[in-house]
C-alpha cells in the first residue's frame, strides 16, 4: 500500500490519499463511494489518527479495490491542485537521524532533528542565507506507528508503519565550521529535511536491503549504494536507539545516508534535486538561498 498526506489548496484541508499506478485518491471520498463504516468518523481522516493511532485501518481494503480496477474518478485527485505534504505528523512526531558512520564503527550513532521543519516533496528548499555549498543526502525514512522501548529488532520490524525516501539537506560550509569548533550540526541541517511522496508499507516492498537508489541533478544522474550497504541494519540501529530514548508511536527515523548519497560537487542554487530509492518513490527539491539573517543582538 502506497500512502500520501496531501495538501488540497482549494480547501486548505489536509488529506490521506492512496496512491496507484501514479494516481491519487482521496481515502474520504474513496469511503463515500464504497460506503464503509469508517467514512462518518469525526477525526479519521487526520493522517496520524489514520495510519498510526488506528494502524492503517481500512485502507487495505480501499487499496485492495483500487487494485481491483475499481476506481471512481470521484476521488481521484489533481496532482496540480494538491501541495504534497510529508508523510507524517509534523506536530507530533520526532525525528531521528542515523549514521553515517565509518564502516569500522562497533556502535550506531544518531542525533534528534528538527520535526517543525520536515517538508513534503517538490518543495523549494530554503538554505542559510550565506551558504555557498547547499548539498543532499539520500536517506530511506521509516515511520513508527508503536511505542518502543528496550527494544529487540524483530519488535522494532514489526513497528515500522511504512517506508519514504528522505533528503536530510546540509549546508556544507556551516557543517564544516561546526565541526571545526567540535559542535553539533543543527545549523547546517535543521532548516529543512524532505521526506515523501509516500509511505509504503512493509507488505507492498518486502525487503528493503536489496533496493537500488539513484540522484539526478538536473540533467545529471548519480549512482550511489543499495539502501542495504549500511553499517548496521535498520532494525538493529532501531534497537540501539529505543535502548537510550522512548520512541513513540509516528516518529520519524531516517536510516542513514546511503553511500554515494552525498554530492561530490557543489549543488548550484536552483537545480532540481531528485532521489530516487526503488519501489519507494522519486523525491524531488530544489534549493534556494533563504533571508538574510535578523539581527540578534542590541546593538
Not at 569500522?104 to 520536515?118: E, I, K
Request: hydrophobic share 45%; charged share 25%.
Amino acid at each position: 500500500m502506497r500512502i500520501a498526506h496531501v495538501l488540497q489548496l482549494a480547501t486548505s484541508t489536509p488529506l490521506v490519499a492512496l496512491e496507484r499506478d501514479g494516481a491519487l485518491y482521496d481515502v474520504a471520498e474513496l469511503e463515500r463511494q464504497f460506503g464503509t463504516k469508517l467514512a462518518d468518523i469525526p477525526g479519521v481522516s487526520d493522517f496520524h489518527t489514520r495510519v498510526v493511532a488506528l494502524r492503517c485501518a481500512g485502507l487495505h481494503a480501499l487499496d485492495d479495490r483500487l487494485l481491483s480496477g475499481d476506481r471512481p474518478a470521484a476521488a481521484q485527485l489533481h496532482l496540480d491542485a494538491i501541495l504534497w505534504l510529508p508523510p507524517c505528523a509534523t506536530d507530533r512526531a520526532a525525528y531521528i537521524q542515523l549514521g553515517p558512520y565509518a564502516r569500522d564503527a562497533a556502535l550506531p550513532w544518531y542525533r534528534f532533528g528538527n520535526s517543525r521543519a520536515l517538508l513534503g516533496h517538490a518543495a523549494a528548499i530554503p538554505f542559510p542565507a550565506l551558504e555557498d555549498e547547499p548539498d543532499y543526502e539520500l536517506n530511506l525514512a521509516a515511520l513508527l506507528y508503536e511505542d518502543l522501548r528496550r527494544a529487540p529488532p524483530e519488535e522494532v520490524e514489526r513497528a515500522i508503519a511504512g517506508y519514504t525516501v528522505l533528503n536530510d539537506w546540509t549546508a556544507r560550509s556551516l557543517e564544516a565550521r561546526s565541526q571545526a569548533r567540535g559542535l553539533p550540526p543543527s545549523e547546517a541541517k535543521d532548516f529543512a529535511t524532505q521526506l515523501g511522496p509516500v509511505l509504503v508499507t512493509p507488505d507492498e516492498l518486502g525487503p528493503v536491503e536489496v533496493l537500488r537508489t539513484q540522484v539526478r541533478v538536473d540533467a545529471e544522474t548519480r549512482s550511489c549504494s543499495r539502501i542495504g550497504e549500511w553499517t548496521f541494519a535498520l532494525p538493529e540501529s532501531v534497537a540501539y536507539i529505543s535502548n537510550q530514548v522512548e520512541l513513540r508511536a509516528g516518529d520519524v527515523v531516517g536510516a542513514g545516508r546511503v553511500f554515494g548519497g552525498s554530492a561530490v560537487r557543489r549543488v548550484p542554487y536552483g537545480a532540481s534535486v531528485e532521489l530516487m530509492i526503488e519501489r519507494v518513490g522519486r523525491l524531488t527539491g530544489k534549493p534556494v538561498r533563504g533571508p538574510a539573517l535578523l539581527p540578534w543582538r542590541r546593538p
